[in-house]
């Protein structure tokens, strides 16, 4: 470039400009060279065949007849600064762009018969197909047992109180007339199930009540004591427990235990119990953990879904956290950002109209790709079944929407986005050439 404007600056603009050029060729790799042929290629569908070329017998390998090209622009002869700016406008990766093409991403779907992702069109087909899926994760902790009475364990606080028919008893003191009837009951202060799963209990022992009900231990207690106490009746009442109750944690809940009673506990009772959750609906999620397994869902799925809401269980952990819901939009679009759902579900025309909609001159309507993670399986359930998906795990998935027509906007109100997706617009392919045209410009000004 500083020899071009020397030139120029002698008054010697033609050789500046054959300078370029020749540069340009000398430089023109053999990536280059295929993208000049596409180039000139380029040119002549978008109508200008009869751009005239200067003679050029080293540009014939190229695939073009000419050394440089001459473009009329404004009334004015405007020789193109070297055969690399005709590459560009036949090759989309060097040209400057917010993303693959449309083709590009379909292309890419298999490299080299290995799959690098799934490509789905999203069509009655696959809608269908996606609400037929399975979403239930809590619903899979359900035993089919219902609530289940509580079993004392290790560690739980017991209160037993003894009460006899008659004063003068075991436990109860003789009548003092100046004072009325004597006590008819005892209570034995509380004492803590020890690890051998026993307590104490005066004239019986330490009798075992581990794993037992509250009712079983009233009538074990009281069996022990016919024929010692007068008519003995007791009463067993758990204080505190830790081995029937379940932890409820997270940043969006009053975290406590939370002990299970007779009729049992559901989720959103465990969740009440607490004080309820203090974060926005469409942004709390609650996960269940039992026996080293743990699912998570949305909170609004609790409420929607009755099946999700299952009954606890001794020790389970139920966490209820806050994690904003987003989606990202990124390509041809009046905003590319990490957007919020801002509510409990979101469509794919919805997620486009939060980010401004296309951009006129530049979208692709029919080249809308949904790019998200799915499970092996469900994929599998979908017809694919490739190298990808032997993997098993999570598989990269591609949906592609065409909004060129009316028919792709009642799908786009019918997929459903899913917290992560990542949304991208491909640009038209005419918004190439207006980048080549920029180009051209921008050399232009900067020899003349």
Known sequence: MPVAVWLRARGLRSHAHNHLSMVAFSAMSSENARCFGNGCKFMAANGFSRLSNRAGVGMQMFGCSALATVLRLRGRALFLAGVSIVSLAGCSSILPGSGPTSDEIVAASVVSNSTWFELFDVDNATLDQLKSRSTAKLAKFADGQGPQEPMIGIGDVIKVTIWEAAPGGLFTSQVNLSMGAGSQSVTIPDQVVTQEGTISVPFVGAPKVLGQSVRSVERMLRKSLTGKAVDPQVLVTVVRSSSSAVTVTGDAVTGAQVPLGPNGYRILDAVAAVGGS????????????????????????????????????????????????????LGATGRNADINFEGPSLTLAQALGKAGGFIDLRADASGVFIFRREDAKDVIAMGRNSKLTALGGEVPVVYRGNLSGADGFVTAQAFRMQPGDLVYVSNAPASEFEKFLRLVLATRAAVE
């Open 278 to 329: 203090k974060s926005p609906l469409n942004e709390t999620f609650v996960g269940l953990t039992r026996k080293g397994r743990a699912e998570e869902v949305p909170f609004a799925t609790l409420l929607s879904d009755p099946d999700e809401n299952v009954f606890l269980r001794p020790r389970d952990v139920l966490s209820v956290t806050r994690k904003p819901v987003t989606f990202t939009v």
